[in-house]
């Protein structure tokens, strides 16, 4: 009886490689690498929305964004930023493509005209409408990979993790 090994079936991932060329990669083990996996599942949920979600012409920070200004209209881009915890500059780059869709719009704070209001138009209230049905939908999806237990497991795993950030501030102020 051949040895599991000698076939192939059941080396691991570091013995493991694919050609690209002429020449062998060499596949490293990082299955225990917990930061590596969450980036791995986050960028899956990020590649599920986009390609369910792509008939919207808007991304999951831009949905935030126009839910996040619908229910707190005239906030400010440094307010969003600090809510979404990144960068202003990341928030200004998801900003232009809704500005340019005429989903929000800008005015003058009267307390001070340095200052810029941000709001949802009426146009960007149908696309919030649309972008958080297919919110839901892509939750439902997620939920579904779950059984109510790990569920709960991972959400409190998650929330454990972002209390990090409240507890001890930004861990790496930008």
Request: charged share 25%; proline share 4%; hydrophobic share 40%.
């Amino acid at each position: 009886m051949a040895d599991a090994r000698e076939s192939g079936s059941s080396r691991s991932p570091a013995e493991r490689s694919r050609e690209t060329g002429d020449r062998p990669l060499a596949i490293p083990d990082l299955g225990d690498i917990v930061g590596y996996q969450m980036s791995l599942a986050i960028g899956t949920i990020r590649r599920h929305f986009d390609t369910h979600c792509s008939h919207l012409g808007l991304t999951q920070k831009q949905v935030a964004i126009l839910w996040i200004l619908d229910d707190s209209p005239d906030t400010l881009q440094a307010e969003l930023a600090k809510i979404l915890k990144v960068a202003r500059a990341s928030v200004s780059a998801q900003m232009t493509g809704l500005f340019e869709k005429k989903y929000i719009k800008a005015s003058q704070d009267p307390a001070d005209r340095r200052r810029m209001l941000l709001r949802v138009t009426a146009a960007g209230q149908d696309a919030l409408g649309q972008g958080k049905k297919a919110t839901e939908m892509h939750e439902q999806w997620l939920a579904s990979q779950f059984s109510a237990d790990e569920r709960l497991q991972l959400l409190g795993m998650l929330q454990k993790i972002h209390q990090l950030d409240i507890a001890y501030g930004p861990l790496f102020p930008r």
